[in-house]
Structures are given as C-alpha cells and as structure tokens.
C-alpha cells in the first residue's frame, strides 16, 4: 500500500515556464509533507516543506501547495531554468518533528532549452 | 562544510559475500537513518537509530544489519547478499526536532 504516490513519473517543461509536480496521499495522519531533489550520483536534498495548517509556502522560484480536502500537495517551479532538471521526491510525515518519512516515488523533471 | 559522507559510493560484492557500508556525519545530529532505494522506486527506510536506540521497520530482512558505535558512525551490515540486494544505499541523518533529513550521496551496491 503506496501511501504517498507520484503517479507522473516524468514531465518535460521549456526553459521560462511553469513546471508543477503533483503528489497525493491517503493516510489522514500526514500533518507535514516536504519536497527533496535528487539529481544523479548525489543524495536527495532538502527543498521546501509545508504544514498542514498552511495551504501554500513559497520559497523564491519554489512554491508548495497543500490541499487537504482532497490529500494532494503540488510543487510549482516558476520560472523553470536547466539547473531545476532533477528527479523530485515528495515525503509526508505525521507531524513536523516526526522521525519517520514516507517517499512517493519521484518525479523525473527535465527542462528544455 | 556540515555533512553526510558515504564510504564507499560503489561497492560490488558476490552473491553470499558480507559487505559493510559506512556514514558519517558532521551534522551533530541525534537521528541517523538507512534507506534502500530501487531504481524508480521510493527510498524505503530499513532502520534508524534515535542515539543508540534502534528502530528496526517490521518489514526489514534479517540479513540487514546496522551498528551505530559513536554518534557520528552508522554501518550498514549485509551478511549475506543476494542479487535481489543490488541497490542504492542511502544514509540521512536528522536533529530529531525536525522532520527534514539530510542525506548522503548514497552508495550504489552490486552484486554478482
């Protein structure tokens, strides 16, 4: 039972535009979620997280949206540069401080010139 | 820089052969963590260590084990590998006060 699923295992975006990622979840118990990207050869890292008691949080290029109601969080990436193509994991914890993450299975991001 | 070292990044071992891969961390962090990680699959958490307390996922395979000697140690100990085992090893560590973990580059592990 996948709990947390990126059912687009690859998106291609032009150089300028908006990319967005999408991820669903189905355990009600998640209260924090985060976005790690990955590129080849290097660990995930770190990229921008959002609480349930939020509905959006925007870090510069980064902005996260939560949508409870339907268990979906999104990452939209405006404008979309090369430097952004990367694999994009998404990870849900049930409450922010929680030891434990549970990963969708990532979204594979490329950006055309 | 703070970091998460992994030791060694590819590792090939034979069917049967124990191997150990090493992290270290200059984070000072209370949580390390080890993940197996498939290709296009989500990283899946094998155990954590809380300082020394050991976490063990239920669905873990005994051949997997994990040593945590200092806090800035964790190995990962596979005591007999099998082809199913070739993967990417990845290493994280946390404060414990935040959920967001810091990861390794990861180790890639063969098998033949």
């Known amino acids: 039972d996948q709990q947390v699923k990126q059912n687009s295992p690859s998106l291609s975006v032009q150089e300028g535009r908006i990319s967005i990622l999408n991820c669903d979840y189905t355990?009600?118990?998640?209260?924090?979620f985060l976005w790690y990207k990955k590129y080849p050869a290097e660990g995930p890292t770190f990229l921008i997280s959002?609480?349930?008691?939020?509905d959006k949080n925007e870090d510069g290029r980064f902005t996260v949206f939560l949508n409870k109601s339907a268990k979906h969080l999104s990452l939209h990436i405006v404008p979309s540069q090369p430097g952004d193509s990367a694999v994009y994991f998404c990870?849900?914890?049930?409450?922010?401080?929680?030891?434990?993450?549970?990963f969708g299975q990532g979204t594979r991001l490329t950006i055309n010139p | 820089d703070a970091m998460v070292i992994q030791n060694p990044r590819y590792q090939v071992t034979q069917f049967g052969k124990p191997v150990t891969l090493s992290c270290s961390q200059t984070?000072?962090?209370?949580?390390m963590y080890w993940y197996q990680q498939k290709s296009s699959q989500a990283p899946k958490l094998l155990f954590h260590y809380y300082d020394k307390d050991f976490n063990n996922e239920a669905d873990t395979p005994d051949n997997f084990q994990s040593r945590r000697p200092n806090t800035s140690f964790c190995f990962l100990d596979i005591r007999s590998p099998g082809l199913g085992d070739a993967a990417m090893y990845l290493c994280?560590?946390?404060?414990?006060?935040?959920?967001?973990?810091?990861f390794g580059p990861g180790t890639r592990l063969t098998v033949t």
């Open positions: 355990n009600s118990m998640f209260d924090y």
């Open positions: 959002i609480s349930s008691i939020k």
């Open positions: 994280a560590t946390s404060s414990g006060t935040t959920s967001v973990q810091y």
């Open positions: 984070l000072n962090h209370n949580v």
């Open positions: 990870a849900a914890s049930s409450f922010q401080g929680a030891q434990k993450l549970v």
